[in-house]
């Protein structure tokens, strides 16, 4: 399974995995409104559909998990969120 900033996603309790997937869907939707092309743009909404299909499948979106300090972290120490795609 994938790894953020050396945690490993599949150690996560369900909800905080949810909530990783949701912030991925997130991220994929920035990199959509970002594309420089449409088919890529379209391609970054596909994907951030899944992520947050995913996601509802982990856990349903209206119960309230909290981010871990390590999901916390790691979005306070990645420069490539801001990057254009």
């Not at 420089?36 to 743009?41: C, I, P, V």
């Not at 559909?49 to 309230?64: M, R, S, V, Y």
Request: proline fraction near 6%; hydrophobic fraction near 40%.
């Amino acid at each position: 399974m994938a790894k953020l900033n050396d945690v490993n996603l599949a150690d996560l309790p369900p909800g905080e995995r949810a909530v990783c997937y949701r912030q991925f869907a997130k991220q994929a939707e920035t990199w959509a409104d970002n594309a420089r092309t449409a088919e890529l743009g379209a391609s970054y909404r596909m994907l951030a559909a899944q992520w947050d299909k995913l996601a509802g499948q982990i856990a349903p979106a209206n119960e309230d998990y909290p981010s871990s300090v390590a999901i916390q972290a790691a979005q306070a120490t990645d420069p490539a969120s801001d990057r254009r795609h």
